[in-house]
């Protein structure tokens, strides 16, 4: 069982989360080979989903972590091996501010894998020149402006890698209607807080990705529209 680091900051949302999500993922970040993957993950927060997830990714490569739950049959259905899992390295980024944080559970991973966090802010759109296998956000998009979401469509395609997923955790309106009322709630207390941020349409946010894409040369596809716990989502899209 995981021990969490005492005396750091912490986000509830993530602990709510963070299995549900690496369920999601598992299937998708599984190789074949032993070759070195990387995922960059945007707007990190505390840096608690790296160090979770490592950690998990970890304890699979090794055989271990009997209390993990996990979706044994999607990922041979995929041909993968959690073995390859001891090579997908995790990159945090975020506003600088947010850096120290992500350091310090950084620091107490003690995982290799979990790599210095970048910083990343959408509105200068200074992503990484490298680029990347996976791209990860969760809980991103509705507390951003729309511009930002726009800015985030164009930059993650430009970085992932042909043939790379990117995956969008978060609530989405769909037919631009809420999913529920506690979502319709959340939206409102968002807007009240910053009226340009809010929960996005689906729709929009899939129409923007193949905007940015067309742009580019390329293509985007939506591979997964996975039901998450609380009224969430769990997106898949494919570059091509």
């Known amino acids: 069982m995981l021990i969490e680091p005492a005396n750091l900051p912490s986000s509830p949302a993530c602990l709510r989360n963070r299995e549900p999500i690496l369920q999601a993922l598992l299937e998708h970040v599984v190789a074949t080979d032993g070759s070195p993957r990387r995922v960059l993950e945007v707007g990190s927060g505390t840096g ?5 997830l490592t950690q ?11 209390d993990l739950n996990f979706n044994s049959g999607a990922v041979a259905a995929g041909a993968g091996s959690f073995e390859s899992l ?9 506003v600088a501010a947010n850096i120290p944080v992500i350091e310090a559970w950084r620091d107490a991973s003690n995982n ?24 990860f956000t969760a809980n991103t998009l509705h507390i951003v402006s729309w511009s930002l979401v726009l800015a985030f469509c164009d930059c993650a395609i430009a970085t992932l890698n042909s043939g790379g997923k990117l995956f969008i955790y978060g609530p989405f309106n769909y037919n631009k209607k ?12 968002l807007r009240a807080r910053d009226a340009l941020s809010g929960i996005r349409d689906f729709e929009a946010v899939c129409a923007a990705l193949n905007r940015a894409a067309a742009a580019a040369g390329c293509a985007i596809r939506l591979c997964e529209d996975i ?3 609380a009224n969430n989502r769990f997106l898949v899209f494919e570059k091509q």
């Open 112 to 135: 290799a894998n979990f790599l210095p966090a970048l910083e990343l802010d959408l509105a200068k759109r200074n992503w990484p020149a490298a680029s990347y296998d996976f791209i």
């Open 48 to 52: 608690q989903h790296a160090w979770f």
């Open 227 to 229: 039901d998450m716990p």
């Open 56 to 66: 998990r990714f970890a304890e699979l490569a090794n055989g271990r972590s009997p």
């Open 178 to 189: 809420f999913t529920s009322g506690s979502n319709a709630a959340f939206d409102a207390s």
């Open 86 to 94: 001891q090579h997908l390295l995790w990159q945090c980024s975020d």
